[in-house]
């Protein structure tokens, strides 16, 4: 029903966010992804964009949200909204595994000044996590590189 009422031609955005929070809810990403399209067609603001770029982050499709939100450093207006947008942006390049980009983005984050002193942590514990995933991964490839040493056989003079 709230579907049908979203599609309807009043641009309601209380119905609209309605649809959205419940389908996020219940990871129905095709629902979600109608809702804040539409939120985005009838409301081109910063939150709509958010919207979306959840719905795409939700669905991993990562290059599409870094695409869509690049210009988040520029964005002017509630600095909530843009942290949220900036931190997607990050997580993005977490997800992707891609360690340079993850800290670039998350230094120039906290170097912006919108995260505010609660939020401090939430940057803090995502550069652990790819200071730590990079050190792991770095012991992998040690590991790997030293047993392909012991493999092959020894050169003698």
């Known amino acids: ?22 389908a996020m809810k219940h990871h129905d ?3 979600a992804a109608q809702a804040a399209r539409r939120r985005l067609a009838g409301s081109h603001t910063n939150a709509s964009r958010i919207m979306l770029a959840r719905v795409m982050f939700r669905r991993e499709a990562f290059d599409q949200v870094i695409r869509d ?44 000044g919108i995260v505010a002193a609660a939020r401090r942590n939430d940057v803090v514990k995502r550069l652990t996590i790819v200071n730590e995933a990079r050190a792991a991964e770095a012991k992998q490839k040690a590991i790997e590189e030293m047993e392909r040493a012991l493999r092959s056989p020894s050169k003698s003079p």
């Open 1 to 22: 029903w709230l579907a049908r009422v979203v599609q309807g031609p009043q641009h309601d955005l209380t119905m609209i966010d309605l649809l959205y929070q419940l």
């Open 29 to 31: 990403l095709p629902v």
């Open 69 to 112: 939100l690049a210009d988040v450093p520029k964005w002017k207006g509630r600095i909530d909204e843009q942290a949220d947008a900036w931190f997607l942006v990050c997580d993005c390049s977490i997800e992707k595994r891609a360690w340079d980009p993850a800290l670039e983005c998350l230094h120039k984050l906290d170097a912006s």
